[in-house]
C-alpha cells in the first residue's frame, strides 16, 4: 500500500511506509455554485477552463464504455514508454473504475503491453503467469489473498480475458518491496532456493535472513515496524549484516551462479535480494519513524526500489513495450513529498523522470469531495491500521482540487495536461492525500490530472 496510517500522537501517513502528514484544518466552505472557491479567483483556475478536457461522469467511470471520450488522453502522454496513473488514496470506488477504464484505453488504443502494479516484484511473477493463462480462474484469489484490497484483481481479471485473444498478450509486473515493507520473506524465500543450485555456499546467510525475518513477518509495514522493534539489537543488526554479506557476494559471483542458472535466473534472483535489503531498511526507518527519531527523507528507500523496479522491467522487456504503471500519487509525483514543511521522501516518479525524461508520464487522480479512505494505525489489527471513512472537506484554497472546482461544471470528471500550465503566484501547491494534503507544486509534480466530483470508500472494504 503506498499510504500509511496516522495514529494519534504523529501525523498521518502516506507513502507505505513512510509519509505522513497532519489533517489539514477544514477548508472555508465553497462559494456561488457550491463548487467555486477563493481558487476560481487564480490564473491558475482560469487557465484550466480553458485547456481541461469535461467528461461526463456516466460515461468515464463505466470501465467497458466505449473510448472514443479519452481521446485527448493520448495526445497528452504522446510517445511516453511509462504512464503513472496515480490515486489520491486507496480503497476509493471512482478511482478503481476510472484506472480500469483508462487501462483498457491504453492497451486497446495504444498498445501498451505491460501492467505494472504497486505490488511486490517478487509476488508478482506467479500473478503474471496467471495473467497468461496459466491455472483455473479461481486462482486469482489464493494468489492475492495475502495483499492489501487496492484494486488490483479487477485489473487482472481484464487483463487475463484480454490476453485469450490477444495477438500481443499484456504482462503483469510488480515493482514494489515485499509486502509493502510487511515481511522480507516473499523475497528471501526465492533467493534461498535459487542459491540451492546456484551457490549452496552462500544458503547459510540466506537462510540466518530468513529466520530472523521471520520473527516480525507481518501483511504490512504498518504492523512490521513495531514487531521489528521490539526484536533485540543484535538480532535486528544481524539481519541487515547477513543481508549485506549476501548482496556483495551475490554479486561477486555473478559468473558462477549465471553459468549454473542462466542469465534471466540470476537477474530476478539479484533483484529479489535488493528487494529484501530495500525492505529490511525500510521496515528500520519506519520503526524509527514510528518513535520520532526518524531521518528526513529515509521513506526513499522504498521510493528508489520501485522506480529501479520498472527500469528492470523496461531492460527486461521488448524494446518497443510500453508500460501503465498504477501506484498511489504520492508515488508517481516527480517532486518531494512534504508535510508540514517536512520532506518526508524522495518518491518514485522523481527517480523515473531523472532516468526517463518525458518518457515518464504522471497522471494524478483525485476528487473534488465526497469521502475518503483514512487510515490509522492500529497494530492489533491484520495490516496494522484500520480505515476510517472520512468525509472530505471542501477543497482547500491553494489546492489542485479547488482549481478544478472552479474550471469543471459539478457533474463532470476533468482531465488536462500540465506540462504547459503556469507557473507562478496562483499555481496549485498542494494536492489530497487522504483526508489531508502533501505540498508539492503540482503542475511541476504532475504531468495531468484528472480529478472526479465526488468519491465513495469501495465496497467490501473491512480493514
Known amino acids: 500500500m503506498p499510504s500509511q496510517p496516522s495514529q494519534p500522537s504523529q501525523p498521518s501517513q502516506s507513502s507505505q511506509d513512510s509519509q505522513h502528514s497532519q489533517p489539514s484544518e477544514p477548508s472555508e466552505p465553497s462559494q456561488a455554485s457550491g463548487r467555486q472557491t477563493s481558487a476560481d479567483r487564480a490564473p491558475f483556475t482560469h487557465w484550466l477552463r480553458e485547456h481541461a478536457t469535461t467528461l461526463t461522469t456516466l460515461t468515464t467511470l463505466d470501465p467497458d464504455a466505449p473510448l472514443d471520450d479519452l481521446g485527448p488522453l493520448q495526445d497528452l502522454i504522446g510517445d511516453a514508454r511509462v504512464v503513472g496513473i496515480g490515486e489520491s488514496s486507496h480503497f476509493i470506488h471512482e478511482f478503481d473504475l476510472v484506472r480500469r477504464r483508462l487501462l483498457r484505453f491504453l492497451v486497446e488504443r495504444c498498445g501498451f503491453s505491460v501492467l505494472a ?118 538480532e535486528q543488526d544481524a539481519l541487515t549484516a547477513a543481508l549485506a554479506r549476501l548482496l556483495v557476494r551475490f554479486r561477486a559471483t555473478e559468473p558462477l551462479q549465471v553459468a549454473r542458472t542462466g542469465r534471466y535466473a540470476y537477474e530476478v534472483a539479484l533483484r529479489r535480494l535488493e528487494a529484501a535489503s530495500h525492505a529490511d531498511y525500510t521496515v528500520r526507518a519506519m520503526a524509527a519513524l514510528f518513535a520520532g527519531t526518524g531521518l528526513t ?158 468519491s465513495r470508500v469501495a465496497d467490501g472494504i473491512d480493514i
Not at 514494489?176 to 516473499?186: E, N, R, T, Y
Not at 496549485?428 to 511541476?444: E, L
Open 117 to 234: 502494479f504497486e505490488y511486490g516484484f517478487s509476488e508478482a511473477f506467479d500473478l503474471d503467469t496467471w495473467v497468461r493463462g496459466a491455472g483455473p480462474d479461481g486462482d486469482l484469489e489464493r494468489l492475492t489473498g495475502a495483499a492489501l484490497p487496492i484494486g488490483m484483481q479487477e485489473p487482472l481479471r481484464s487483463l487475463r480475458l484480454h490476453n485469450r485473444t490477444a495477438a500481443r498478450p499484456v504482462r503483469f509486473a510488480g515493482i514494489d518491496i515485499p509486502a509493502a515493507g510487511g515481511s522480507l520473506l516473499p523475497a528471501l524465500r526465492p533467493v534461498a532456493d535459487h542459491l540451492r543450485e546456484a551457490d549452496p555456499e552462500a544458503l547459510p546467510l540466506a537462510e540466518t535472513a530468513i529466520d530472523i525475518a521471520g520473527r516480525f513477518a507481518g501483511e504490512s509495514g504498518a504492523s512490521a515496524a513495531p514487531a521489528w522493534a521490539r526484536l533485540d539489537a543484535t
Open 297 to 454: 527523507a529515509d521513506a526513499s528507500s522504498r521510493e528508489i526500489y520501485m522506480a529501479g523496479s520498472i527500469l528492470w522491467h523496461l531492460e527486461h522487456a521488448d524494446p518497443d513495450a510500453r508500460v501503465v504503471l498504477m501506484a498511489h500519487n504520492a508515488h508517481l509525483q516527480k517532486e518531494p513529498a512534504v508535510f508540514d514543511g517536512y520532506p518526508m521522501a524522495l518518491p518514485m516518479g522523481q527517480f523515473l523522470h531523472r532516468a526517463l525524461g518525458d518518457d515518464y508520464f504522471a497522471l494524478g487522480v483525485s476528487s473534488v469531495g465526497g469521502r475518503t479512505a483514512e487510515m490509522r494505525l492500529e497494530e492489533s489489527t491484520r495490516f496494522g491500521f484500520t480505515v476510517d471513512d472520512t468525509a472530505l472537506e471542501a477543497p482547500e484554497p491553494g489546492s489542485i482540487e479547488a482549481a478544478f472546482a472552479g474550471a469543471v461544471p459539478a457533474d463532470a470528471v476533468g482531465l488536462a495536461g500540465l506540462r504547459s500550465a503556469p507557473r507562478g503566484d496562483g499555481t496549485p501547491d498542494r494536492t489530497r492525500i487522504q483526508s489531508a494534503y502533501v505540498h508539492t507544486p503540482v503542475a511541476d509534480a504532475f504531468d495531468g490530472m484528472l480529478c472526479v466530483p465526488s
